[in-house]
Protein backbone atom coordinates (compact mmCIF):
# COMPACT_ATOMS: atom_id res chain seq x y z
CA UNK A 1 0.00 0.00 0.00
CA UNK A 2 2.61 2.17 0.56
CA UNK A 3 4.67 1.77 -2.84
CA UNK A 4 1.29 2.24 -4.37
CA UNK A 5 0.74 5.46 -2.52
CA UNK A 6 4.12 6.51 -2.85
CA UNK A 7 3.70 6.81 -6.46
CA UNK A 8 0.87 9.67 -6.27
CA UNK A 9 3.30 12.00 -3.91
CA UNK A 10 5.79 14.35 -5.49
CA UNK A 11 6.11 16.88 -8.54
CA UNK A 12 7.49 14.53 -11.21
CA UNK A 13 5.20 14.34 -13.93
CA UNK A 14 4.29 10.50 -13.66
CA UNK A 15 2.85 11.89 -9.96
CA UNK A 16 1.14 14.22 -11.42
CA UNK A 17 -0.42 12.20 -14.22
CA UNK A 18 -1.26 9.58 -11.32
CA UNK A 19 -3.02 12.00 -9.63
CA UNK A 20 -5.16 13.63 -12.30
CA UNK A 21 -6.05 10.27 -13.65
CA UNK A 22 -7.80 9.79 -9.91
CA UNK A 23 -9.76 12.68 -9.58
CA UNK A 24 -10.57 12.29 -13.28
CA UNK A 25 -12.11 8.66 -12.45
CA UNK A 26 -13.32 9.80 -8.73
CA UNK A 27 -15.26 13.35 -10.38
CA UNK A 28 -16.56 11.25 -13.02
CA UNK A 29 -18.09 8.57 -10.81
CA UNK A 30 -19.67 11.37 -8.87
CA UNK A 31 -21.06 13.42 -11.16
CA UNK A 32 -22.51 10.03 -13.10
CA UNK A 33 -23.94 9.93 -9.52
CA UNK A 34 -25.36 13.16 -9.67
CA UNK A 35 -26.82 12.28 -13.24
CA UNK A 36 -28.62 8.93 -12.13
CA UNK A 37 -30.32 10.18 -9.04
CA UNK A 38 -31.59 13.28 -10.39
CA UNK A 39 -32.51 11.44 -13.06
CA UNK A 40 -35.00 9.52 -11.10
CA UNK A 41 -36.02 11.67 -8.66
CA UNK A 42 -37.29 14.90 -11.33
CA UNK A 43 -39.04 11.72 -13.19
CA UNK A 44 -40.91 11.39 -10.22
CA UNK A 45 -41.47 15.15 -10.07
CA UNK A 46 -41.96 16.16 -13.84
CA UNK A 47 -44.48 14.77 -16.51
CA UNK A 48 -42.77 12.33 -19.46
CA UNK A 49 -43.48 15.00 -22.09
CA UNK A 50 -40.86 17.52 -20.51
CA UNK A 51 -38.34 14.86 -20.83
CA UNK A 52 -39.41 14.11 -24.22
CA UNK A 53 -39.34 18.23 -25.48
CA UNK A 54 -35.83 18.21 -23.79
CA UNK A 55 -34.97 14.96 -26.13
CA UNK A 56 -35.64 16.71 -29.03
CA UNK A 57 -33.46 20.24 -28.45
CA UNK A 58 -30.65 19.14 -26.17
CA UNK A 59 -28.81 17.22 -29.32
CA UNK A 60 -29.67 19.80 -31.59
CA UNK A 61 -27.71 22.72 -29.18
CA UNK A 62 -24.98 19.97 -28.43
CA UNK A 63 -24.51 18.80 -31.97
CA UNK A 64 -24.08 22.62 -33.63
CA UNK A 65 -21.89 22.86 -30.23
CA UNK A 66 -19.36 19.89 -31.84
CA UNK A 67 -19.84 20.93 -35.17
CA UNK A 68 -18.53 24.30 -34.26
CA UNK A 69 -15.54 23.57 -31.72
CA UNK A 70 -12.53 25.06 -33.45
CA UNK A 71 -10.14 23.63 -31.27
CA UNK A 72 -9.33 26.07 -28.65
CA UNK A 73 -9.05 24.64 -25.63
CA UNK A 74 -6.34 21.93 -27.45
CA UNK A 75 -4.53 25.30 -29.07
CA UNK A 76 -4.13 26.86 -25.62
CA UNK A 77 -2.57 23.54 -24.02
CA UNK A 78 -0.33 22.28 -27.29
CA UNK A 79 0.86 26.02 -27.87
CA UNK A 80 4.20 27.58 -26.87
CA UNK A 81 2.39 30.66 -26.25
CA UNK A 82 -0.30 28.46 -24.29
CA UNK A 83 0.27 30.86 -20.76
CA UNK A 84 0.50 34.27 -22.63
CA UNK A 85 -2.05 36.89 -21.35
CA UNK A 86 -2.46 38.06 -25.06
CA UNK A 87 -3.15 34.67 -26.31
CA UNK A 88 -5.23 34.18 -23.72
CA UNK A 89 -7.28 36.90 -24.38
CA UNK A 90 -7.78 35.84 -27.65
CA UNK A 91 -8.74 33.32 -27.50
CA UNK A 92 -11.20 33.97 -24.99
CA UNK A 93 -12.56 36.12 -27.41
CA UNK A 94 -13.13 33.68 -30.15
CA UNK A 95 -15.01 31.31 -27.69
CA UNK A 96 -17.20 34.37 -26.88
CA UNK A 97 -17.64 35.26 -30.73
CA UNK A 98 -18.66 31.02 -31.01
CA UNK A 99 -21.07 31.11 -28.07
CA UNK A 100 -22.85 34.01 -29.80
CA UNK A 101 -23.08 32.76 -33.30
CA UNK A 102 -24.36 28.87 -31.70
CA UNK A 103 -27.37 30.96 -30.62
CA UNK A 104 -27.96 32.58 -33.46
CA UNK A 105 -28.06 29.56 -35.47
CA UNK A 106 -29.96 27.91 -32.76
CA UNK A 107 -32.65 30.77 -32.82
CA UNK A 108 -32.69 30.92 -37.04
CA UNK A 109 -33.55 27.18 -36.90
CA UNK A 110 -36.00 26.55 -33.59
CA UNK A 111 -39.03 27.40 -35.93
CA UNK A 112 -38.35 24.93 -38.73
CA UNK A 113 -38.00 22.67 -35.87
CA UNK A 114 -40.68 23.53 -34.09
CA UNK A 115 -43.27 22.71 -37.20
CA UNK A 116 -40.82 19.21 -38.48
CA UNK A 117 -41.52 18.01 -35.17
CA UNK A 118 -44.92 19.95 -34.58
CA UNK A 119 -44.15 21.30 -31.39
CA UNK A 120 -45.03 24.78 -30.85
CA UNK A 121 -42.85 24.77 -27.62
CA UNK A 122 -39.22 24.08 -29.64
CA UNK A 123 -39.92 27.91 -31.04
CA UNK A 124 -38.98 29.38 -27.80
CA UNK A 125 -37.17 26.59 -25.89
CA UNK A 126 -34.25 26.12 -28.60
CA UNK A 127 -33.33 29.54 -28.08
CA UNK A 128 -33.73 29.58 -24.34
CA UNK A 129 -31.43 26.16 -23.89
CA UNK A 130 -29.02 28.13 -26.67
CA UNK A 131 -28.47 30.61 -23.97
CA UNK A 132 -26.15 28.25 -22.46
CA UNK A 133 -24.00 28.47 -25.20
CA UNK A 134 -23.54 32.32 -24.46
CA UNK A 135 -23.12 31.52 -21.03
CA UNK A 136 -20.48 29.18 -21.78
CA UNK A 137 -18.73 31.64 -23.65
CA UNK A 138 -17.50 33.61 -20.84
CA UNK A 139 -16.32 30.58 -19.19
CA UNK A 140 -12.48 31.47 -17.95
CA UNK A 141 -9.73 29.88 -20.68
CA UNK A 142 -7.89 29.04 -17.30
CA UNK A 143 -10.34 25.66 -17.65
CA UNK A 144 -7.84 25.27 -20.35
CA UNK A 145 -4.54 26.22 -18.92
CA UNK A 146 -5.49 24.09 -15.89
CA UNK A 147 -5.30 21.27 -18.31
CA UNK A 148 -1.84 22.11 -19.55
CA UNK A 149 -0.32 22.33 -16.33
CA UNK A 150 -2.46 19.02 -15.18
CA UNK A 151 -4.38 20.45 -12.81
CA UNK A 152 -7.80 18.00 -13.02
CA UNK A 153 -8.35 17.87 -9.40
CA UNK A 154 -9.22 21.57 -9.52
CA UNK A 155 -11.41 20.63 -12.47
CA UNK A 156 -12.82 17.97 -11.46
CA UNK A 157 -13.77 19.78 -8.48
CA UNK A 158 -15.22 23.08 -9.94
CA UNK A 159 -17.33 20.50 -12.27
CA UNK A 160 -18.94 18.92 -8.95
CA UNK A 161 -19.69 21.84 -7.20
CA UNK A 162 -21.15 23.16 -10.52
CA UNK A 163 -22.98 19.78 -10.84
CA UNK A 164 -24.41 19.62 -7.72
CA UNK A 165 -25.43 23.15 -6.61
CA UNK A 166 -27.24 23.11 -10.39
CA UNK A 167 -29.21 20.02 -9.88
CA UNK A 168 -30.23 21.12 -6.49
CA UNK A 169 -31.73 23.95 -7.56
CA UNK A 170 -33.26 22.48 -10.58
CA UNK A 171 -35.01 19.85 -8.46
CA UNK A 172 -35.84 22.82 -6.04
CA UNK A 173 -37.44 24.42 -8.90
CA UNK A 174 -39.35 21.13 -10.39
CA UNK A 175 -40.74 20.51 -6.89
CA UNK A 176 -42.84 24.07 -7.05
CA UNK A 177 -43.46 23.71 -10.92
CA UNK A 178 -43.95 20.15 -12.14
CA UNK A 179 -46.40 20.84 -15.15
CA UNK A 180 -43.60 22.72 -17.04
CA UNK A 181 -40.23 21.87 -19.01
CA UNK A 182 -38.90 24.94 -17.70
CA UNK A 183 -36.84 22.88 -14.34
CA UNK A 184 -35.07 21.15 -16.72
CA UNK A 185 -34.15 23.97 -19.11
CA UNK A 186 -33.04 26.75 -16.12
CA UNK A 187 -30.97 23.91 -14.33
CA UNK A 188 -29.22 23.79 -17.26
CA UNK A 189 -28.52 27.50 -17.82
CA UNK A 190 -27.60 27.53 -13.89
CA UNK A 191 -25.32 24.71 -13.84
CA UNK A 192 -23.71 26.77 -16.91
CA UNK A 193 -23.32 29.63 -15.15
CA UNK A 194 -22.09 28.39 -11.70
CA UNK A 195 -19.37 26.85 -14.26
CA UNK A 196 -18.38 30.20 -15.74
CA UNK A 197 -18.75 31.71 -12.55
CA UNK A 198 -16.38 28.69 -10.63
CA UNK A 199 -13.89 28.82 -13.82
CA UNK A 200 -13.38 32.44 -12.71
CA UNK A 201 -12.44 32.01 -8.69
CA UNK A 202 -11.99 28.80 -8.16
CA UNK A 203 -8.91 28.44 -11.15
CA UNK A 204 -5.53 30.59 -11.28
CA UNK A 205 -7.79 32.62 -13.79
CA UNK A 206 -6.50 35.64 -15.07
CA UNK A 207 -8.38 39.32 -15.91
CA UNK A 208 -9.87 38.46 -18.98
CA UNK A 209 -10.16 40.99 -21.59
CA UNK A 210 -11.47 41.67 -25.34
CA UNK A 211 -8.07 41.41 -27.33
CA UNK A 212 -7.62 40.24 -31.36
CA UNK A 213 -3.90 39.88 -31.81
CA UNK A 214 -4.11 38.77 -35.58
CA UNK A 215 -0.66 36.51 -34.88
CA UNK A 216 -2.38 34.74 -31.96
CA UNK A 217 -5.92 34.55 -33.77
CA UNK A 218 -3.86 32.89 -36.90
CA UNK A 219 -2.33 30.20 -34.65
CA UNK A 220 -5.94 29.46 -32.71
CA UNK A 221 -7.24 28.78 -36.12
CA UNK A 222 -4.85 27.14 -37.72
CA UNK A 223 -4.25 24.36 -35.07
Known amino acids: MAIVLGK ?6 KAIALRGSAWTVLGHGANQLIRLGSNVILAYLLFPAAFGLMALVNPVVF ?3 MMSDIGLGQAIVHNKRGEDKTFLNT ?3 LQLIRGALIWLIVIII ?3 FSVIYEQPAILWLLPLLGLTSII ?3 QSVAVFTANRKLQLGRLNWM ?4 NL ?9 AYFDRSSVLPLVGGAIMIALLRVLFSHHLLEAHTHRLQW ?4 VKELLHF
Do not use: H, N
Request: glycine content about 18%; charged content about 10%; proline content about 6%.
Open 8 to 13: FQGEGL
Open 159 to 162: EFLS
Open 110 to 112: AYP
Open 165 to 173: IGVALMLLW
Open 63 to 65: GIG
Open 91 to 93: AWT
Open 213 to 216: DRPA
Open 136 to 138: MGF
